[in-house]
């Protein structure tokens, strides 16, 4: 089982940053791709930006330019740099990981973290 720690939320006016950090940790062989997403009151869960493990990274287009993801292979962990935050940003962040816990393609793991909350007030 792997388990995801994020931490960073917090309350921020609009134009600030902030950055966004999860940490995986369990039974991993190896991680796939870790991943933000977030979701807003009444809204749907959306992916934000994801990285794989050759760092090919993926944005949604409301936060290209303004969101940078990171990966630290090292540490099993993912980071979001948020900056000129919108109040539209507001919402709760959720760390994902893919990947497999044992070798030769066995035990997947689809994870997610407990969310953390980012509220941006214009």
């Known amino acids: 089982q792997v388990q995801l720690v994020e931490s960073g939320g917090g309350s921020v006016q609009a134009g600030g940053s902030l950055r966004l950090s999860c940490k995986a940790s369990g039974t991993i062989f190896t991680i796939n791709s870790m991943a933000w997403y977030r979701q807003a009151p009444g809204k749907e869960r959306e992916l934000v930006a994801s990285?794989?493990?050759?760092?090919?990274?993926d944005y949604a287009d409301a936060v290209k330019g303004r969101f940078t993801i990171s990966r630290d292979n090292a540490n099993d962990a993912v980071h979001l740099q948020m900056n000129s935050l919108k109040s539209g940003d507001t919402a709760v962040y959720f760390c994902n990981a893919r990947g497999y816990a044992r070798s030769l393609y066995q035990d997947p793991f689809d994870s997610w973290g407990q969310g953390t909350q980012v509220t941006v007030s214009s």
């Open positions: 990285v794989r493990n050759t760092y090919d990274t």
